[in-house]
């Protein structure tokens, strides 16, 4: 740092002291010439009253004479003047040829008072005089002495004087302006050091302390500011924790949240709203229709400007894909000026799934709704049919009474398959892992369907590759997980003489270190169009409702099995293609 103020303040010294020396010398200069000047008009006045006492009162004598004898004892000029200005004696010139002293200022003012003093300089004599001349009474008329000394005593006394004053001074001023600047060097050599401490406390340094010797304003003072420091320090700690926690916040909200001005300008944006509307690039600074490609936010923007409440409004996007988002708009306020609108907050809450689930809920309650009316309605007619005297018919009552019991058993089978999903649901009902063999699981499964796939001429065929022969499973929650995906592929082959087979085989997953086992039910029946493909699993969702009613489904087999698969901990895929089969693969992380 330069020493600029302490060069400052050094001349200021240098500029002031002069000043202040000069004014002093020429203030005692002019007391002490006063003085001075003082005391020789007193002296002179004490020696013109002891002359005038000698005088002779002749006036026909000559008075040159006794002038010189009297400046030959007192050392002054004498001159006797006569009341009308005329030189009746003086020592140093002839009288007779003095000119009139009746202008001078001493004998005027001695004519008035008695005494009269000038200073003035003498054309004779080339040098200033002091004239100090008094009346003196005689008859008849009135005389004046005057005495002259030439100033140079004075002048050499002040010189002298104003020598000694000005040493003194100079040797004052010196050890004022050493003593001053060596306060002054500690002051701004601590001031210095407050403004390096300030300098590296702005640049971020805040471990570093300032510590002063002195104990003054100025130590009181940097004991403050390294105070200060610290205390920002840990403000700007806390402020930097507070910003962490509030950027993980928005960085890991699921919900997406905008910033915006009261023009639509983003402010700021999470990582949510990029995902949610795709964008990949920076888009702070630009506005909502011209980043997000939506006009129904700036009409939410809008509102809130004018109206300033909150605002809630469904929104669609169809980009990258249909989605159902719930977005709301809450205006905010800057603390100053009070309340005037800064801003406005958009909050995005992705409700895709729950629409979804809406859907799937009214489609489930009208599945459900028809797949009991239709038994319910054929019991209640021909149980309606026999009570007005159908029983009495032999023969069509039984057929009557076995289609009353067949409806009951596909509702009993409606009733069970969704008490058994809703238990897989509620956890009610457990999965308990135990090492079990697959060959000895298929062969049950193929047991179990073999005559309904004989009927059809169809085949089954069992497929373990060596060493693939365990697997950690509930036994009986696995052979309910094959035989309805047998009984599916059945349902749907009508070909005879087709393959329907179960196989198991080793399997890499992309991006997993180890190896899993996959079961595969593969059959070459109708095979499910690619659209259904996302929605197969779901309760009541059948490809072909007519078909499937007639063969006896109740549309819930694929929703128990997928259920059943995710109790497991394993993830299950469907391949299929039109008119070619469909393969559901279980694929279950175990090693092996």
Not at 102 to 130: H, M, N, W
Not at 151 to 157: G, N, P, W
Not at 193 to 215: M, W
Request: aromatic share 6%.
């Amino acid at each position: 740092m330069k020493p600029l103020l302490f060069r400052r303040i050094l001349i200021s010294y240098l500029l002031i002291t002069p000043l202040l020396l000069l004014s002093l010398e020429l203030y005692l200069s002019s007391s002490i010439k006063n003085d001075q000047i003082s005391n020789l008009r007193k002296n002179l006045v004490i020696q013109a009253r002891l002359i005038a006492d000698q005088i002779p009162s002749s006036l026909t004598r000559n008075l040159d004479d006794f002038c010189k004898r009297v400046k030959e004892k007192s050392g002054a000029r004498v001159t006797i003047i006569d009341s009308s200005g005329a030189v009746l004696g003086d020592s140093d010139e002839p009288s007779e040829k003095m000119e009139n002293h009746s202008d001078r200022p001493e004998i005027q003012d001695a004519a008035v008072s008695d005494a009269g003093s000038s200073i003035r300089y003498s054309k004779t004599l080339q040098k200033d005089l002091f004239y100090l001349a008094i009346s003196i009474k005689s008859d008849p008329d009135k005389r004046f002495l005057r005495l002259s000394m030439p100033l140079y005593d004075v002048q050499k006394a002040m010189n002298t004087i104003r020598i000694r004053i000005i040493i003194a001074s100079l040797a004052v001023t010196f050890i004022v302006i050493l003593f001053g600047l060596i306060q002054t060097r500690r002051v701004t050599k601590s001031i210095e050091g407050i403004t390096d401490f300030s300098k590296e406390v702005a640049a971020g340094h805040f471990k570093k302390r300032l510590f002063l010797k002195e104990k003054d304003e100025l130590g009181e003072l940097g004991k403050n500011i390294s105070n200060m420091a610290q205390d920002l320090s840990a403000r700007l700690i806390q402020t930097e924790e507070e910003k962490g926690k509030v950027e993980a916040i928005l960085r890991n909200m699921s919900d997406g949240l905008v910033l915006t001005d009261t023009k639509g300008t983003i402010l700021l944006i999470n990582a949510a709203v990029r995902n949610l509307f795709s964008v990949q690039s920076d888009i702070t600074g630009k506005t909502l229709t011209e980043a997000l490609r939506n006009a129904d936010l700036m009409e939410l923007i809008e509102s809130v400007v004018e109206n300033k409440e909150k605002v809630s409004r469904e929104i669609k996007i169809t980009r990258p894909g249909d989605l159902y988002i719930l977005a709301t708009a809450t205006p905010f306020y800057s603390p100053k000026p009070e309340n005037e609108l800064s801003g406005v907050v958009l909050l995005f809450h992705d409700i895709t799934r729950l629409r979804k689930l809406e859907e799937i809920r009214k489609d489930f309650v009208a599945n459900v709704s028809h797949e009991i009316k239709t038994p319910i309605t054929a019991i209640k007619g021909f149980a309606e049919t026999l009570i007005e005297g159908a029983i009495n018919d032999t023969d069509n009552a039984l057929k009557f009474l076995g289609t009353i019991r067949n409806h009951s058993e596909r509702l009993n089978s409606l009733v069970n398959d969704l008490l058994t999903l809703s238990s897989i649901e509620l956890g009610d009902i457990l999965v308990t892992k135990k090492t079990i063999n697959l060959n000895e699981i298929i062969d049950t499964v193929f047991a179990t369907l073999q005559e309904k796939a004989q009927a059809k001429g169809l085949y089954l065929r069992k497929e373990v590759t060596p060493g693939i022969t365990e697997i950690d499973a509930d036994r009986d929650r696995l052979i309910q997980i094959l035989i309805n995906l047998v009984d599916n592929g059945i349902k749907f082959t009508d070909t005879e003489g087709i393959t329907i087979k179960v196989k198991t085989e080793k399997l890499q997953v992309e991006g997993e270190e180890k190896d899993f086992i996959a079961i595969s039910v593969a059959d070459t029946g109708a095979g499910i169009p690619k659209k259904h493909l996302p929605r197969i699993g779901e309760r009541f969702y059948r490809v072909d409702s007519a078909r499937s009613r007639e063969l006896g489904g109740t549309g819930l087999g694929l929703a128990i099995v997928k259920h059943l698969v995710k109790a497991h901990g394993w993830e299950m895929k469907i391949e299929s293609t039109e008119g070619q089969g469909t393969t559901v693969h279980l694929i279950c992380p175990s090693e092996f």
